[in-house]
């Protein structure tokens, strides 16, 4: 156990819909990193927060976005869902404030779009 | 080109058999990373490196930062060493950290 969270751990929608992947990351982790595993393009960095703001972004789409909150837990926003957004999607915890140190990893959602 | 090349995509080794996975890059990085994904789909983080070796336990990793080049080591292999071992570079940008995964090695190991 990473002692990151994340919830759901299955989300089943249709296209079109709206969903929200929540992500808390271990105890006194400032940072936090979004992921999407596709079967198609493997592990995608999406986005870094550390300690509420935005630290890097990566290949994140427009109809993505997220946020950290003060608690330090995050959320990843999907809208007008694609039959390709389909993924897993993990988030990780870390003590730096850099892509460059240990991260962390939660479970995953599995999300599937039909 | 990917920025990141495993070699190589999949292995099969005997129980009992050393096992080493490499990991090529083209970027100037400031760390690489091993993850280990297992048939679940949980990742764990095995080693951060920015330069020389590390080891924990029956894994060692390398890097060779003039060469670009990485390594991922398994001594003793063992069937519950089964996952997917996946290389990952961090590079520096002014616009912000850039992580960059390989596709992954998928390593059986049979009894």
């Known amino acids: 156990d990473s002692g990151v969270t994340q919830t759901p751990k299955h989300l089943i929608t249709a296209t079109g819909q709206r969903v929200t992947l929540r992500c808390s990351p271990r105890?006194?982790?400032?940072?936090v990193y979004w992921y999407q595993q596709s079967l198609d393009q493997g592990l995608q960095f999406l986005i870094h927060y550390y300690n509420g703001e935005e630290r890097a972004k990566g290949n994140i789409l427009e109809r993505f976005s997220a946020q950290q909150f003060p608690d330090l837990h995050s959320e990843l926003n999907l809208s007008s869902l694609e039959l390709g957004d389909s993924a897993l999607y993990f988030c990780a915890s870390s003590v730096s404030g850099r892509l460059a140190g240990e991260q962390f990893f939660g479970p995953g959602t599995r999300l599937t779009v039909l | 080109k990917n920025e990141v090349e495993q070699s190589p995509q999949n292995l099969t080794a005997q129980e009992g058999e050393f096992i080493t996975i490499n990991c090529s890059y083209s970027?100037?990085?400031?760390?690489l990373h091993w993850l280990q994904q297992h048939p679940g789909g949980g990742i764990v983080s095995l080693f951060m490196l920015s330069s020389g070796k590390k080891k924990h336990g029956r894994l060692i990793a390398t890097i060779n930062i003039q060469e670009k080049h990485s390594s991922l080591h398994i001594t003793a292999s063992h069937p519950r060493d089964s996952a997917v071992y996946i290389c990952?570079?961090?590079?520096?940008?002014?616009?912000?950290?850039?992580?960059?995964f390989g596709t992954g090695t998928r390593l059986a190991v049979r009894p």
């Open positions: 970027v100037g990085i400031s760390a």
């Open positions: 990952a570079v961090t590079s520096l940008k002014s616009s912000g950290d850039k992580l960059t």
């Open positions: 105890s006194g982790d400032l940072s």
